[in-house]
């Protein structure tokens, strides 16, 4: 069965800075990765996908995640963090075959100093 | 386009009372349709999905079920609910195997 951990409960950063969102996933094949954002209220939206290819994926807002399988990771990157980015995030994984469940992980909640 | 319409945003219901959330999806047909809970701070708890009508998986023993009537129509229902059904309930929808899951804005469930 597939499983996904976010470490970090809660970040905070400055605005302008660099972030990276932790995913780490337990899968025994490629599964397919998820990346979603959570306003406060709000229902979810997806930020990015990975199915395969190209391990570098874009997304909307800015937002980018790299798929790496030796370190069975999806983190998601954003170069200069806006204050609007502040929201909770969630990793989610699929399996390529034999449910239609997806595993999301406990989510990290992103604050943004001004 | 495809849309999800879930309702009401909130509701307030007393302790043993009956329940009932509705979630429809416009634009698709045979879509994989799920039922999600969010304590507060906390990570999304699958409730039940569904692949077909009629047909329900139930992930979680609970004061819960849900039906789907209709092709595009997913309900969550409780006959008595309890303190502990309160939190934000998501409903979500997908197309094939693969694709991305996409939500609704979540009903606010408080019980009293």
């Known amino acids: 069965a597939q499983s996904v951990t976010q470490p970090d409960i809660h970040i905070t950063v400055s605005e302008g800075v660099s972030l990276e969102l932790r995913c780490n996933y337990s899968?025994?094949?490629?599964?397919?990765l998820f990346w979603y954002v959570q306003s406060p209220g709000q229902g979810l939206q997806l930020l990015l996908k990975y199915f395969s290819g190209d391990t570098l994926v874009q997304g909307i807002k800015g937002f980018e995640a790299e798929f790496k399988r030796s370190q069975s990771s999806f983190n998601l990157r954003k170069p200069s963090v806006h204050w609007s980015d502040a929201a909770e995030y969630f990793c989610?994984?699929?399996?390529?075959?034999?449910?239609?469940?997806?595993?999301f992980g406990t989510g990290t909640r992103l604050k943004v100093l001004a | 386009s495809q849309t999800i319409h879930q309702w009401p945003a909130t509701l307030v219901q007393p302790v043993g009372s009956p329940l009932s959330l509705e979630c429809t999806v416009e634009?698709?047909?045979?879509?994989?349709l799920y039922w999600y809970r969010q304590a507060a701070g906390r990570g999304l708890q699958l409730l039940f999905y569904?692949?077909?009508?009629?047909?329900i998986s139930s992930e979680v023993p609970q004061n819960l079920s849900a039906s789907r009537p209709q092709d595009r129509q997913f309900i969550l229902s409780s006959k008595k609910l309890l303190l502990s059904d309160s939190g934000f309930y998501l409903c979500?929808?997908?197309?094939?195997?693969?694709?991305?899951?996409?939500f609704g804005d979540g009903t606010r469930l408080s019980i009293l």
């Open positions: 979500a929808w997908k197309q094939g195997a693969g694709q991305p899951q996409h």
């Open positions: 634009g698709t047909s045979n879509p994989n």
């Open positions: 569904s692949v077909g009508i009629g047909q």
């Open positions: 989610a994984v699929g399996a390529t075959s034999g449910t239609y469940k997806y595993i």
């Open positions: 899968y025994g094949a490629t599964p397919y």
